[in-house]
């Protein structure tokens, strides 16, 4: 059983950083490709980046250059390193896993979800 628990949300001021983990278990991590996607009150989940086993690395146009998505070597955990955080950053971060093959940024295109932790984001 594919179990992704999220961690590291929190409440930031507008520039700050916080750091989301995904911890991975019963999943063979490493032969598919995981994302983050993150939605807001009122709107659509979208796909903030993801982790392809080819090392393909997208991200959402509006946090490239400020958010860095990694894993460790034993490829439990992956991360979401967030800088520069902004107002419109606010909201819940989940973490995906299981991908079918489709667009890297559509939630559909993963089998397997967390259970989202929250990042607010103040100005």
């Known amino acids: 059983q594919v179990l992704l628990v999220e961690s590291g949300g929190g409440s930031v001021q507008a520039g700050g950083s916080l750091r989301l983990s995904c911890a991975a278990s019963?999943?063979?991590?490493?032969?598919?490709?995981m994302a983050w996607f993150r939605q807001a009150p009122g709107k659509e989940r979208e796909g903030v980046a993801a982790?392809?086993?080819?090392?393909?690395?997208p991200y959402h146009d509006s946090v490239r250059g400020r958010f860095t998505i990694s894993q460790d070597n034993a490829k439990t955990t992956m991360y979401l390193q967030m800088n520069s955080l902004k107002p419109e950053d606010t909201a819940v971060y989940y973490c995906?896993?299981?991908?079918?093959?489709?667009?890297?940024?559509?939630?559909?295109?993963?089998?397997?979800w967390g259970q989202g932790t929250q990042v607010t984001v103040s100005s």
């Open positions: 982790l392809y086993s080819g090392g393909w690395t």
């Open positions: 995906a896993a299981g991908s079918y093959g489709g667009v890297w940024s559509s939630p559909s295109n993963y089998k397997d």
């Open positions: 019963g999943f063979p991590y490493g032969s598919n490709s």
